[in-house]
């Protein structure tokens, strides 16, 4: 077999890459390691930066998210009882798009399979060769046999487990890493979401949040032990300790039902440099992760998808590889800042197992002052809807 961009992963990043490239005439063959139906059965945050929505409209994908999706103006912040609401739309002039990643990664294989592009499922051992020459190639195990892929580039769109990052040299290679003394248990419930727009809660006895996927499907999250297992919570359990920590007027309004899912997340900081080895390309968790306050990991592969997208069609179209040379410090220098976001965005509102009274005195303080002043609400909401790519 032979393509131009062999791209490992067919998740969020391997699959958006893979239709731009599509829609610009570029060859690609997608390996994913797991089957199409375990791909879709991730249950992952769905708030889009505008600049993901315009890259879902590049990529001919964004016709049911138009329908489906829903515009957030803003979101609430809670303390407590007393909350306050940051207006993204008279802060930026932009909002977000409240739009399953399930359902965007559903309509990025629908598109990739309307257009005959190869996506290859239930690959085993992949693994990339040759990546400091011109002509790098592919090896994996499929169906009980070994295939070979060429190709010009590889593009590693893998995720946190996945091999890719592992073949830039251990000497060449940088990661820096800061993992939280907390998790966030998760519950999916078949009941109507208990606000029009999301609640990120801070109260004494931790974080909570408020989402959807829909009118009927709600997405609720609090702060939980590492020692925590899911099976340690039942359904009533969640749902009392979620009405502890969000203002009295929600909780009195929320419906609770039985979770159809139920899982708890770790939450990490973590950046990969450089996020290039010769021909091979890293993209997405592949090459960096974030805590999930505010929403960043599918919004942050969206960047780096459009930065490589946009290097290879240079390369392709006008036989320029600058872009390409450049794709790992581009994309770097966006990820820190979303990196930073994140990072501030989840000291706001966790409460630390080792807070001194200082420490909790000054996070107090950091949520006044962006109550009360419209530059801080502004820099808060021009991360949360978007950094310019
Ligand atoms: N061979 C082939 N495929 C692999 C391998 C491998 N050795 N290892 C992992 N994969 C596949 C995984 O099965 C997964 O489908 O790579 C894909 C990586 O997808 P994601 O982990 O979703 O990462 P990405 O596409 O970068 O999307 C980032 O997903 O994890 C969330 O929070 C994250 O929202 C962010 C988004
Ligand atoms: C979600 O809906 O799963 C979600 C929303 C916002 C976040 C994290 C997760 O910051």
Same mark, same amino acid.
């Given at each position: 077999m032979r393509t131009q961009v062999a791209i490992i992963g067919g998740g969020p990043s391997g699959l958006l890459l893979g239709q731009l490239l599509h829609r610009a005439g570029i060859d690609t063959v997608v390996l994913e390691r797991r089957s199409r139906d375990y791909v879709l059965s991730r249950i992952r945050a769905g708030v889009l930066e505008t600049g993901l929505v315009d890259l879902m409209h590049e990529a001919g994908v964004g016709a049911r998210m138009d329908r489906e999706g829903f515009i957030h103006d803003g979101t609430l912040i809670a303390k407590g009882d007393e909350q306050f609401r940051i207006d993204f739309e008279r802060l930026t002039g932009r909002h977000v798009m409240v739009y399953g990643q399930t359902e965007v990664t559903r309509d990025l294989y629908e598109a990739r399979d309307a257009a005959g592009a190869p996506t290859l499922h239930d690959c085993r051992g992949v693994k990339p060769h040759d990546l400091d020459t011109a002509a790098p190639f592919i090896t994996f195990l499929r169906d009980g046999a070994v295939h070979r892929l060429d190709c010009d580039f590889v593009a590693g =769109?893998? #995720?946190?487990? #996945?091999? =890719?990052?592992?073949?830039?040299p251990t000497e060449v290679r940088r990661e820096d890493e800061k993992t939280y003394p907390f998790g966030w248990l998760g519950v999916l419930s078949e009941t109507p979401p208990v606000s029009d727009e999301l609640i990120y809660a801070n109260s004494a006895r931790g974080f909570a949040l408020c989402s959807m996927r829909n009118a009927t499907l709600s997405r609720y999250y609090i702060q939980c032990d590492?020692?925590?297992?899911?099976?340690?919570?039942t359904d009533d359990m969640f749902w009392d300790e979620l009405k502890r920590r969000i203002p009295a007027e929600a909780a009195e309004r929320l419906e609770t039902g039985p979770s159809i899912e139920k899982s708890i997340a770790p939450l990490r900081s973590f950046v990969c440099e450089p996020m290039r080895w010769g021909r091979l390309f890293l993209c997405g968790d592949a090459a960096h992760i974030v805590p999930p306050t505010g929403a960043k990991g599918l919004n942050t592969a969206a960047s780096d998808v459009h930065y490589l997208s946009n290097a290879l069609k240079r390369f392709y179209h006008d036989r320029d590889d600058e872009g390409l040379e450049r794709y790992s410090e581009t994309a770097l220098a966006r990820i820190w800042k979303t990196e930073r976001f994140s990072w501030w965005f989840s000291s706001l509102m966790h409460r630390y197992p080792d807070q001194s009274a200082f420490d909790l005195r000054i996070q107090q303080a950091e949520l006044a002052f962006l109550r009360d002043n419209e530059a801080a609400q502004r820099a808060m909401a021009e991360s949360y809807v978007g950094l310019p790519y």
């Amino acid at each position: 077999m032979r393509t131009q961009v062999a791209i490992i992963g067919g998740g969020p990043s391997g699959l958006l890459l893979g239709q731009l490239l599509h829609r610009a005439g570029i060859d690609t063959v997608v390996l994913e390691r797991r089957s199409r139906d375990y791909v879709l059965s991730r249950i992952r945050a769905g708030v889009l930066e505008t600049g993901l929505v315009d890259l879902m409209h590049e990529a001919g994908v964004g016709a049911r998210m138009d329908r489906e999706g829903f515009i957030h103006d803003g979101t609430l912040i809670a303390k407590g009882d007393e909350q306050f609401r940051i207006d993204f739309e008279r802060l930026t002039g932009r909002h977000v798009m409240v739009y399953g990643q399930t359902e965007v990664t559903r309509d990025l294989y629908e598109a990739r399979d309307a257009a005959g592009a190869p996506t290859l499922h239930d690959c085993r051992g992949v693994k990339p060769h040759d990546l400091d020459t011109a002509a790098p190639f592919i090896t994996f195990l499929r169906d009980g046999a070994v295939h070979r892929l060429d190709c010009d580039f590889v593009a590693g =769109c893998d #995720g946190y487990h #996945g091999p =890719c990052r592992q073949e830039i040299p251990t000497e060449v290679r940088r990661e820096d890493e800061k993992t939280y003394p907390f998790g966030w248990l998760g519950v999916l419930s078949e009941t109507p979401p208990v606000s029009d727009e999301l609640i990120y809660a801070n109260s004494a006895r931790g974080f909570a949040l408020c989402s959807m996927r829909n009118a009927t499907l709600s997405r609720y999250y609090i702060q939980c032990d590492l020692s925590d297992s899911p099976d340690d919570w039942t359904d009533d359990m969640f749902w009392d300790e979620l009405k502890r920590r969000i203002p009295a007027e929600a909780a009195e309004r929320l419906e609770t039902g039985p979770s159809i899912e139920k899982s708890i997340a770790p939450l990490r900081s973590f950046v990969c440099e450089p996020m290039r080895w010769g021909r091979l390309f890293l993209c997405g968790d592949a090459a960096h992760i974030v805590p999930p306050t505010g929403a960043k990991g599918l919004n942050t592969a969206a960047s780096d998808v459009h930065y490589l997208s946009n290097a290879l069609k240079r390369f392709y179209h006008d036989r320029d590889d600058e872009g390409l040379e450049r794709y790992s410090e581009t994309a770097l220098a966006r990820i820190w800042k979303t990196e930073r976001f994140s990072w501030w965005f989840s000291s706001l509102m966790h409460r630390y197992p080792d807070q001194s009274a200082f420490d909790l005195r000054i996070q107090q303080a950091e949520l006044a002052f962006l109550r009360d002043n419209e530059a801080a609400q502004r820099a808060m909401a021009e991360s949360y809807v978007g950094l310019p790519y």
